[in-house]
């Protein structure tokens, strides 16, 4: 490892523990005493704080002059703790659908604007999908995907499609973005997602959102397979089962829909 890097590596373990240290206080510090106590030069630990403070995870009060802990902490605590509270509930639910479809059942959340997929489960019948736990892929040809855009702002949609673009995979994918945008206003008026063999031949997915107690759409939920099966009685049962899951869900984060 050359210097820089180590270095660079240095820079971040003294960082992390200047916000530990703030983490274990009950008031604001200031700068000499943060230095003194974790053994920091003075100008390092203001670098350090001042880099910290830019990207919103330390504060320092305007009347004294000392730092505490940024809120951008306590979003980032808050976005990890609704994601495993979405994990643990729907674990159940996800097995039972598996059980009763008998087909791959899918929960992802947004991450930087690509679909992330935080649980999968499988079928003894079912097909091979490109998917799995940690991966990340496009949302704008995924039915989780889809439901995640639809809910977001027009201003947030088209930061996400300049950003990632909206490539082909299939001769079905939505390649333009007010096709696009049409797509998502169904989504948005029946409560759900088609993926029609839109990122992979032979295989159809239906997706619908999963509410927190805020409104806002916390993850998205998934049944994919064959064209072959998802069709007829099957579909149909296939859209009913995920509506109902997703709604038994979406009420144990809290969620209730105005009426």
Known sequence: MDDNKNNQIKSVAKALAIIDYLA?????????????????????????????????????????????????????????ANTLDVYNIASPYIRQLVESIGETVHLAILDKGEVLYIDKRESSRSIRISSQIGI?????????????????????????????????YTKNTITDFDSLKEELEKIRECGYAVDNEEFMDGLKCIAAPIFNSKGN??????????????????YDKAIKSILEVTTTISRLLGYRKES
Not at 145 to 163: C, F, P, Q, T
Request: aromatic share 6%.
């Open 136 to 168: 990340h892929l496009p949302a704008h040809c995924t039915g989780v995907g889809k439901v995640l855009l639809a809910y977001l702002s027009i201003e947030e949609i088209r930061e996400i499609i300049r950003n990632h673009g909206l490539t082909k």
């Open 24 to 80: 274990s206080k009950n008031s604001d510090v200031p700068l000499s005493q943060i230095s003194k106590d974790l053994n920091i030069a003075k100008s390092t630990a203001h670098g350090l704080i001042t880099t910290l403070k830019d990207f919103g995870y330390i504060e320092q009060s305007q009347f004294t002059g000392n730092y505490k802990l940024g809120i951008h902490l306590f979003e980032l605590g808050s976005k990890v």
């Open 217 to 234: 759409v916390e993850a998205s939920l998934s049944i994919s397979g064959p064209v072959s099966r998802m069709s007829g009685c099957e």
